[in-house]
């Protein structure tokens, strides 16, 4: 009976299982797009499509390190623009690069984590999205404040004054805190991730930028100034 079944799926499409019907209307969620972000994006997608071999195809599936190579050059390209344009918005609206950086540019340059955290999330592997967001970070500091530092200092011979603790101090030690809020949670939850466990994440993440606002805005100044009123 059921192999009768199981022709009878092959030849008529009938009795498909779920999963095959989540993955139609993935598939038709993907193909209608988003319409104006798809429009706006164009430019980018063009670009990208010709500069970064797509090794899943066959005739570049030898070109994995180019494609590689190429995503870190865009990647590094973006994050430049984005610094810049970070950089002038501060200048503009009068607003601290120090909050500039807490709290814009760390979001924008998490985003991919986040999503990449979230993927995995979603198929099951817990691990992985928690490893992810771990190691990000570990590599964000150890990496990504250790390889321009040595090459200001290796370009100019001279070492490179960073922020003293009264500006870092404060983040760092915050850092160190949500560390260990984090494992204390896992460790209540018994090593599971539930929704609480987001709540209380996204709970923290709301309390520091309220945080990092009011403690860097100097007293009496807006936070947005238009038009240099």
Same mark, same amino acid.
């Given at each position: 009976?059921?192999?009768?079944?199981? *022709?009878? #799926?092959?030849? *008529?499409?009938?009795?498909?299982?779920?999963?095959?019907?989540?993955?139609?209307?993935?598939?038709?969620?993907?193909?209608?797009?988003?319409?104006?972000? /798809? %429009?706006?994006?164009?430019? $980018?997608?063009?670009?990208?499509?010709?500069?970064?071999? /797509?090794?899943?195809?066959? #005739?570049?599936?030898?070109?994995?390190?180019?494609?590689?190579?190429?995503?870190?050059?865009?990647?590094?390209?973006?994050?430049?623009?984005?610094?810049?344009?970070? *950089? #002038?918005?501060?200048?503009?609206?009068?607003?601290?690069?120090?909050?500039?950086?807490?709290?814009? $540019?760390?979001?924008?340059?998490?985003?991919? /984590?986040?999503?990449?955290?979230?993927?995995?999330?979603?198929?099951?592997?817990?691990?992985?999205?928690?490893?992810?967001?771990?190691?990000?970070?570990?590599?964000? %500091?150890?990496?990504?404040?250790?390889?321009?530092?040595w090459v200001k200092i290796a370009q100019t011979g001279e070492p490179y004054p960073c922020p003293d603790f009264s500006e870092l101090g404060e983040p760092m030690i915050l850092l160190v805190?949500? $560390?260990?809020?984090?494992?204390?949670? $896992?460790?209540?939850?018994?090593?599971?991730?539930?929704?609480?466990?987001?709540?209380?994440?996204?709970?923290?993440?709301?309390?520091? *930028?309220?945080?990092?606002?009011? #403690?860097?805005?100097?007293?009496?100044?807006?936070?947005?100034?238009?038009?240099?009123?």
């Open positions: 009976m059921d192999e009768e079944a199981a *022709t009878a #799926r092959m030849f *008529t499409g009938k009795g498909s299982t779920e999963e095959e019907e989540k993955e139609d209307s993935e598939a038709e969620e993907e193909e209608e797009g988003t319409g104006v972000l /798809d %429009i706006i994006a164009l430019p $980018l997608a063009l670009a990208m499509k010709f500069t970064i071999p /797509d090794c899943r195809e066959e #005739r570049f599936k030898s070109w994995y390190f180019v494609t590689f190579t190429m995503s870190i050059v865009w990647i590094g390209l973006l994050s430049f623009v984005m610094a810049d344009t970070a *950089t #002038r918005a501060s200048c503009i609206l009068e607003i601290p690069e120090l909050i500039v950086g807490l709290l814009v $540019l760390s979001v924008g340059t998490s985003v991919p /984590d986040a999503l990449s955290s979230i993927i995995v999330a979603k198929e099951g592997k817990g691990d992985m999205a928690v490893c992810n967001a771990l190691g990000s970070n570990i590599f964000n %500091i150890l990496l990504g404040l250790g390889l321009p530092w805190g949500f $560390l260990a809020m984090f494992l204390i949670i $896992l460790q209540v939850g018994n090593w599971k991730l539930k929704p609480s466990v987001g709540y209380a994440l996204l709970g923290g993440q709301a309390l520091y *930028t309220v945080w990092t606002l009011l #403690r860097n805005m100097p007293v009496g100044h807006p936070i947005i100034v238009v038009g240099g009123k």
